[in-house]
Every structure is written in C-alpha cells, then in structure tokens.
C-alpha cells in the first residue's frame, strides 16, 4: 500500500498491481480495498494493465477531511491518476461510475470509461440530497447500524439481501463507514443530464441479465446519453457481474480501444 495526498491535504491510500495502461478502479458505497469486489477484480486484469486500487476518502487508509464536498472526490481521483503515471482509464462501479463520469466532466486525464450500473436515471429528476441528508442525520444521532440499514433499503437492495444484515460479520465494516454512504448518495446526485453530455470519451455501460428492470434501464439510459457511450449486458447477480465476465469484457474495450 502506498498514499498520495489529495489538492486539499488529505491522505489516499492506494496499490498498484501489474503491467501495462494504467487502469483505475472507483469502488461502490461502501467498498475499498480491503472490502468489495474491486481486489478480485484488479487481480484478473493485472495481465494486462497496472490496475490501480485505492480508497474513497473516510474508508480503509484514506482520510477524510472536513468538510466534505463532491469535488474533493473527483480531487482524490486526479491525485490517484497522477501517482497512476498522469493519464489513466477509469471503472467504476455504481456510485463510483458516477465518480467517474463526474472525474471526466471535470477534465481529468481519462481517455476511456467503463462503468457497471451507474445509479443514474437520465430522465428523472433527482432527490435533491433527501438520503443524504437523512443519513447524516442517523449518523449524528449515533445510529450508524440504521443508516447502512436505510441506505440499502432506499436504494432498492431486494429485501432477501437485507435480512439479517445487521448478523452478518462483516456488518461492523459497514458500521464503521456509514457515513460515508451520504458521500455517495451526493456523488450520484451531481450527475446531470449536461454532465452525461459532457462526457465526449469512449464509454462502455455495463449491466447484469439478474438485476432489476430499473438498473439495467439506468445502465441503458446511461449508455444512451452519452455521446460515445454502448450498452453492455453481462450475465451476474443482482447489481454485479462476475469476474469471468467482467475482466475479459474490460480488457478487450480498453485495449481495443487504445491499439
């Protein structure tokens, strides 16, 4: 593991593995490096690329200043990206495919994206910053445990997937980081429709044939809104797709796209 330090000061953990183009992965709420599918995932694609995996600001080795705002998100990103060599392809999945586009809408030096069901619906207005600030408010009252409950509930996650959440052994990582679920909840929300059309570099959306009609409908919606951007479907689970799937995806629109 090694650290950069983001424009405003703050420490952002992150690791490198493999050769080749550098490739930076954004992770979802509640995901870093040492929780969620991005380790797995770098690892299938370090064959062909110096695959960059850090931690979003308030999770694993990474700080979180105060006070928070988008655009030290899309700040840490550029840090990452420099460290990466100064110019890099970007994934990101769900929240952080949101990141992402916001990363290219701000000018950083992202030639290419992919991005793995974006929560963003195109042609619906947005929340304007309800679950945000509803987290915060579960946060500060001290009852993380409910916050990562309400976040999960509110964002659609099929009820079989909650039960028993609260049991499960990884819960206390959840715990630890539910504030940071606001910070993903405001990432989505600046994503407009004029940040999507903004967004001129090659863009790969992808979706899962076992999600619901509404993520793929964001994903497609998505693909359709950006200049450059295709659909994708891939065989996963609900809101994620499989490794076997998904590197080889990535590798040959990255690739292909950079020959």
Same mark, same amino acid.
């Given at each position: 593991?090694?650290?950069?330090?983001?424009? /405003?000061?703050?420490? #952002?953990?992150?690791?490198?593995?493999?050769?080749?183009?550098?490739?930076?992965?954004?992770?979802?709420?509640?995901?870093?490096?040492?929780?969620?599918?991005?380790?797995?995932?770098?690892?299938?694609?370090?064959?062909?690329?110096?695959?960059?995996?850090?931690?979003?600001?308030?999770?694993?080795?990474?700080? /979180?200043?105060?006070?928070?705002?988008?655009?030290?998100? !899309? %700040?840490?990103?550029?840090?990452? #990206?420099? %460290?990466?060599?100064?110019?890099?392809? *970007?994934?990101?999945?769900?929240?952080?495919?949101?990141?992402?586009?916001?990363?290219?809408?701000?000018?950083?030096?992202?030639?290419?994206?992919?991005?793995?069901?974006?929560?963003?619906?195109?042609?619906?207005?947005? /929340?304007?910053?309800?679950?945000?600030?509803?987290?915060?408010?579960?946060?500060?009252?001290?009852?993380?445990? /409910?916050?990562?409950?309400?976040?999960?509930?509110?964002?659609? *996650?099929?009820?079989?997937?909650?039960?028993?959440?609260?049991?499960?052994?990884?819960?206390?990582?959840?715990?630890?980081?539910?504030?940071?679920?606001?910070?993903?909840?405001?990432?989505?929300?600046?994503?407009?429709?004029?940040?999507?059309?903004? !967004?001129? !570099?090659?863009?790969?959306? !992808?979706?899962?044939?076992?999600?619901?009609?509404?993520?793929?409908?964001?994903?497609?919606?998505?693909?359709?809104?950006?200049?450059?951007?295709?659909?994708?479907?891939?065989?996963? %689970?609900?809101?994620?797709?499989?490794?076997?799937?998904?590197?080889?995806?990535?590798?040959?629109?990255?690739?292909?796209?950079?020959?």
């Amino acid at each position: 593991m090694a650290t950069t330090t983001s424009r /405003d000061g703050t420490r #952002i953990g992150f690791e490198r593995t493999g050769a080749g183009p550098t490739l930076v992965l954004v992770d979802a709420a509640g995901g870093f490096r040492e929780f969620g599918p991005m380790g797995s995932l770098a690892e299938r694609l370090a064959g062909g690329f110096t695959v960059v995996t850090y931690d979003r600001r308030g999770r694993g080795e990474s700080g /979180d200043t105060q006070p928070y705002a988008v655009e030290r998100e !899309v %700040e840490d990103l550029a840090a990452v #990206i420099e %460290e990466g060599g100064g110019t890099a392809f *970007v994934h990101g999945f769900s929240s952080g495919a949101a990141l992402a586009l916001l990363g290219v809408a701000a000018g950083l030096p992202i030639p290419m994206i992919s991005l793995l069901e974006p929560p963003i619906a195109p042609d619906e207005p947005p /929340d304007e910053g309800e679950l945000a600030a509803e987290i915060d408010a579960l946060v500060a009252a001290g009852r993380r445990g /409910d916050a990562v409950e309400h976040f999960h509930t509110s964002i659609g *996650v099929p009820p079989e997937m909650t039960a028993g959440m609260r049991q499960a052994p990884f819960f206390p990582v959840l715990e630890g980081i539910a504030h940071t679920l606001a910070y993903d909840s405001r990432v989505t929300e600046a994503v407009s429709p004029a940040t999507l059309r903004s !967004v001129a !570099v090659p863009a790969l959306v !992808v979706s899962s044939q076992s999600s619901d009609e509404r993520l793929r409908g964001w994903a497609q919606g998505t693909a359709a809104a950006l200049p450059q951007g295709r659909h994708l479907t891939l065989r996963g %689970e609900w809101h994620g797709v499989s490794d076997d799937a998904l590197a080889p995806a990535l590798a040959d629109f990255f690739l292909r796209g950079a020959a």
